[in-house]
């Protein structure tokens, strides 16, 4: 089982950046399917992105503008977020599983690790 916190969160304006961490502990990080998601007020939890055997998937909202990665050796995730906007505004958190079929990967019913989330604001 691998433990996850998010770090990296916070208030930035529109057209900004920011980059968020999700540090693993507990587990072997390198065998893990990593994805962002991120959850507005009142609204679902939305995919954002995620890595898997160094593929990469992205949610329609943030494509060409946020990027994902990894390094194995710091058992560590990172979500590239450029070119924000208000409606980005949300809890971001980073969710691993070792058993995730590609299909499935953006849903996230298919995660079993989740960090506790970062709050982003982006202000207008």
């Known amino acids: 089982q691998v433990q996850l916190v998010e770090s990296g969160g916070g208030l930035v304006q529109a057209g900004g950046s920011l980059r968020l961490s999700c540090a693993a502990s507990?587990?072997?990080?390198?065998?893990?399917?990593v994805a962002w998601f991120r959850q507005a007020p009142g609204k679902e939890r939305e995919f954002i992105a995620a890595?898997?055997?160094?593929?990469?998937y992205y949610g329609d909202s943030v494509k060409g503008r946020f990027t994902i990665s990894r390094d194995n050796g710091k058992a560590t995730s990172y979500l590239q977020m450029n070119s924000l906007k208000p409606e980005d505004t949300a809890v971001y958190y980073c969710?691993?599983?070792?058993?995730?079929?590609?299909?499935?990967?953006?849903?996230?019913?298919?995660?079993?690790?989740w960090g506790p989330g970062t709050q982003v604001t982006v202000s207008s």
């Open positions: 890595i898997k055997m160094g593929n990469t």
């Open positions: 969710a691993a599983s070792a058993t995730i079929i590609t299909s499935q990967i953006r849903r996230s019913e298919s995660y079993y690790n």
């Open positions: 507990g587990g072997t990080f390198r065998s893990y399917t």
